[in-house]
Each structure stands twice: as structure tokens, then as C-alpha cells.
């Protein structure tokens, strides 16, 4: 049984009973560079599905970061706002942006896997 | 993530300038026209870059080792940069004609000072005194081309550079454009040690000074310049030799190819304009803090386009000014963001804005009124519809460790 899902946006968002972890995939960090900033959602905040919620910079450009489901934030990652190339180093496990409690699980159904999401990966080479 | 999935998909990750130089008089279908290649494109590739449009032209934004790295080995060794695309001219006068008092009549620098071998920063200015151009002059050393200019000008204005410079020098002097010529710059501390080992005669060169040397069947015209505040050098080359002449400099231990993502990263640590962004043609000389390229005798003699405004610019004060600006935390602001003064009231706007990997802090520039253009006026820039505050900050951002 997966227990983590990708969106066409590059965030994966892994579940721990209601609770997923969120962050951008490897290769979103590989696209974007050098991460010397992360902007991070306060816990609390109520988010729709595909709101922005978060924002990554390069050296280059900014990036939003959305909402794979929608939810409350009950958790960020602040250790990233002072290492935020942990985001470039670990993208899919140290460097997760923040926590979400999923207020409808049935939003994962339009979400990939990772089979299918490498496919995708794949497809926009 | 939706703009890194834009640039997933071939947008380039340098947009907003292609975006700005084809909204400056590039016809539609030259938006769509292919992309051209410079004679190190398939260099490019074999290193691994990360290719993008820019001005036209397929160019490397960074190589596998990414823009931070890039950075910072330019700052402490050699960076190898692909600058092919910029426009290469030599301007020659007519019998009878001044060269130097020709060009001048475009100009607001002193041509006429120029010593064989001197070269000069100036800008092509519009009659309003705006900014069509920012670019580099050289007088030739050998007596016998005492009647040239060797020109080098941006690669999104150099179709429009050479049509104005035709036309209004028309009956006075012929430019040629140099489309046979690659352009190279090696930039950091360690570029003198290195070119030295290739062509001995270089360390000679003081700094914007250039000539011709013959090394092995190639004319090279190498100038002591450069984009990023280092010692360093920029090298023409003939277009079917460039690729080796490259090969050769990476060779050497100190030397890595550096794409124009770090390109952009140096020069605005350096205080450095990128024309289309920090300047253009409804800037003048004088908002962009650029007085310094003017002599006084061309402050007080005039005779170049737009210097009734200019002078009275220098006179009075220009109303707005173009500043270096420093956030006071990480995040960067970018081109366009608005800047506020502390009672709320629209004060200017950022024109550049990264990351800055030597100081590990944000840094940009813009202009602003000039009445809050003093260095440690505090400031906000609207970022993502908040504010971020920041303060003006003398430039460069970073020491200039030219060669003089």
C-alpha cells in the first residue's frame, strides 16, 4: 500500500494516518538549484487544495509551493529556514516544508504515485 | 512549485530578460525565430550545461555544479564565461574625419582622451538622454588604426546598437560587425596566473587596456575587464578557434566554465547595470548613478544626445536615483518590487534582486527618490504583497579587486 503521492506540481505529500508530510521532490530541487530561502506556513493555518502555501528561492527565482490536499497546518520545518539547502541535499525526507492534517482524504485520488509520477518526470525530459 | 514546473517545460529560467528584450522592438516573428548557437554551443552541451534562451541565442545558465559553486569559484579562482553573444564592431572613420569627436557626437564619454589601447565604459544615449545601450570602446594601439574604434555592446541591443551607430554616424565612419568572433571572459583572482601560462604578454595589460596578439595562427584581441569585480580578462577570438581556445583555458587547474546565472549573481554583487533591468531608455547617466562615466569636459562641453537634460540633471539633482538596497533578512526581493518608505508612500522600485552567495544575504538595486537614495535609509519592499524590510546600502556590495 503506497503511502506517498505526487502532484503535476513536483510537491510529494506523505501520509501517517491523517497526517502528511509535505515537501518538493528531488526533481524539483534538481530543477531549481542552489535553495537559499524557504518560506514556511504557520501551524494553524487552513489551507484549500492547490492554494499556495509555501515558497522556495534559488539564486535565480522564486517558486510557490501549493497545497497537495486541503487541511490545517499543524507543523513546519523550520530547521530549513537556517539550512535551506537541506531542501537540495534531502529533498524527500530531511528537507519536508511542513505537516498537514487532511480534512478529506478522498482528494488523494487525483494525485500520482510514485510509479506514475516518474513516468511524468520522464515525460517532460 | 508552478514556476519550476515552467521552466520543466522550456520556459527560460532567465525570462523575465528574454521577455523585456523582445519587448523592445524585436519583431514578432523574431520571438519565434530559432534559437542561435555560439561557436562553443556543443562545448556547452559536452560540459553538461543547462541550456536557455537568452537575447536570442541558446546559452548556458549553469553546469553541473550549479550557480552558488560557479560563484564562489569565481570569486576565489578562475571562471570560464561564454559571452559570445555580444556584439563585436570596429568603427572606422571616413577620410578627414575625427573618430573620437565622431563618436563622441553619440556618447557621453571622452573618446578623445583614449590612449591607444584605452578602453572606456559609456552608454548610446537617446535624444531624452535615456540609456540605449550601455558598452565598452577601445582606441586600437598601432598608429596605422588610429581612425577605429574596436566596440563591444550588449547581445539584446546589438541589432539595434549598429543600425543607430550606421545611421547616425552615415557619411562620417563604416562599422563592421565582427560576427566571425567569438568572445570569452576568464574572471577571478587567479585569471592572470592562467592566461599568462597561454599568452605571456597578457599580464602587461593594465587594467581596461587591450591589444592584438598573434599566438599560433590566431589574433586574439584581449582587453584587462570584466563583469564581476574581479582581476580579469575578456578574450576575442576568431569563431573557428574558440572552442579550442576554451579547451585550453579549462585545462588549467584554476579555471571552470561559469554560466550566466552566476553571470548575474557577480555582477550585481559588483554594483554592475544589466541593461533592460537596471538600466534603459527612460534612464539617464544620472539616475543610474552612472555620473561617473562622464568627464567633466563633456559634463560642461555637452554635444552628445540628450545633454541639455543631463546637464541640468547634474546640475539640480536628478529626482530619482538608482541604489544598492540590502534586506535585512534572507529572503531576496526581485525585479519590480515595489519599495516603500517608512510612512507607506511608493518611493521606487527594485530593478535586481538575488541571492548574494558571497555575503550568504539578499541583495538588489533600484531606484528610488532621491531624497531617500542615502545609504542606511530604512526601507520596505513589497514581496509577495508584504513588506520586507530592508535598507539602502552603498555599492558594490563586495570590495572591487580590479588590477590597476
Known amino acids: ?125 | 512549485m508552478n514556476r519550476a514546473k515552467r521552466q520543466v517545460l522550456g520556459i527560460p529560467v532567465l525570462d523575465e530578460a528574454a521577455l523585456h528584450q523582445t519587448g523592445q522592438g524585436f519583431m514578432a516573428d523574431t520571438i519565434d525565430a530559432p534559437l542561435r548557437y555560439t561557436p562553443l554551443h556543443a562545448l556547452h552541451l559536452a560540459l553538461g550545461a543547462k541550456m536557455v534562451p537568452f537575447a536570442g541565442y541558446a546559452m548556458p545558465v549553469n553546469y553541473p555544479a550549479g550557480i552558488l559553486k560557479e560563484h564562489l569559484h569565481t570569486r576565489e579562482q578562475a571562471g570560464l564565461f561564454d559571452v559570445s553573444h555580444m556584439g563585436q564592431a570596429i568603427l572606422s572613420a571616413l577620410p578627414g574625419i575625427d573618430i573620437a569627436a565622431a563618436f563622441e557626437t553619440l556618447v557621453p564619454g571622452a573618446i578623445a582622451e583614449l590612449n591607444p589601447g584605452q578602453m572606456r565604459y559609456t552608454t548610446l544615449l537617446n535624444a531624452q538622454g535615456g540609456i540605449l545601450d550601455d558598452l565598452m570602446v577601445t582606441r586600437p594601439v598601432r598608429p596605422e588604426h588610429q581612425h577605429q574604434l574596436f566596440l563591444v555592446v550588449n547581445a539584446g541591443r546589438k541589432t539595434e546598437d549598429f543600425v543607430h551607430i550606421e545611421t547616425a554616424l552615415a557619411g562620417k565612419a563604416i562599422l563592421t560587425r565582427m560576427e566571425d568572433r567569438a568572445l570569452l571572459a576568464l574572471q577571478g583572482p587567479a585569471a592572470v596566473t592562467v592566461l599568462t601560462r597561454l599568452v605571456p604578454e597578457a599580464a602587461m595589460l593594465a587594467f581596461m587596456h587591450g591589444r592584438r596578439f598573434h599566438i599560433g595562427g590566431d589574433e586574439l584581441i584581449i582587453h584587462r575587464c570584466g563583469y564581476t569585480g574581479e582581476d580579469g580578462f575578456e578574450i576575442s577570438v576568431p569563431a573557428n578557434a574558440a572552442e579550442v581556445w576554451a579547451k585550453r583555458l579549462l585545462a588549467e587547474p584554476e579555471v571552470a566554465p561559469i554560466g550566466l546565472g552566476a553571470r548575474d549573481s557577480l555582477r550585481l554583487e559588483a554594483g554592475l547595470c544589466l541593461y533592460g533591468h537596471d538600466i534603459d531608455e527612460t534612464t539617464t547617466p544620472i539616475e543610474a548613478n552612472l555620473l561617473w562615466s562622464i568627464s567633466k569636459r563633456r559634463r560642461e562641453g555637452g554635444g552628445f544626445p540628450g545633454s541639455t537634460i543631463i546637464q541640468a540633471q547634474i546640475k539640480d539633482g536628478p529626482k530619482r536615483l538608482r541604489v544598492g538596497i540590502r534586506p535585512d533578512g534572507r529572503a531576496p526581493a526581485r525585479e519590480g518590487a515595489e519599495i516603500l518608505d517608512l510612512n507607506g508612500n511608493a518611493i521606487g522600485h527594485v530593478t535586481s534582486g538575488t541571492f548574494s552567495p558571497t555575503l550568504n544575504a539578499p541583495i538588489a538595486m533600484g531606484y528610488v527618490n532621491a531624497s531617500s537614495a542615502t545609504d542606511g535609509t530604512p526601507v520596505n519592499l513589497i514581496v509577495r504583497g508584504k513588506p520586507l524590510a530592508a535598507h539602502i546600502a552603498p555599492m558594490p556590495f563586495i570590495p572591487k579587486r580590479f588590477h590597476r
Do not use: C
Open chain 1, 1 to 125: 500500500m503506497t503511502n506517498i503521492f505526487y502532484t503535476q506540481d513536483h510537491e510529494w505529500i506523505r501520509l501517517d494516518g491523517d497526517v502528511g508530510t509535505v515537501g518538493i521532490s528531488n526533481y524539483a530541487q534538481e530543477q531549481l538549484g542552489d535553495i537559499v530561502f524557504v518560506e514556511l506556513p504557520q501551524p494553524g493555518t487552513k489551507i484549500g487544495q492547490g492554494e499556495e502555501i509555501a515558497v522556495v528561492e534559488s539564486v535565480k527565482a522564486a517558486s510557490e509551493i501549493y497545497a497537495p490536499v486541503s487541511g490545517e497546518i499543524i507543523d513546519a520545518n523550520n530547521a530549513l529556514e537556517g539550512a535551506p539547502v537541506t531542501v537540495n541535499e534531502a529533498a524527500e525526507s530531511d528537507g519536508w516544508f511542513f505537516k498537514i492534517r487532511l480534512a478529506n482524504t478522498s482528494e488523494l485520488d487525483g494525485l500520482m504515485d510514485a510509479a506514475a509520477y516518474k513516468t511524468f518526470v520522464e515525460g517532460l525530459a
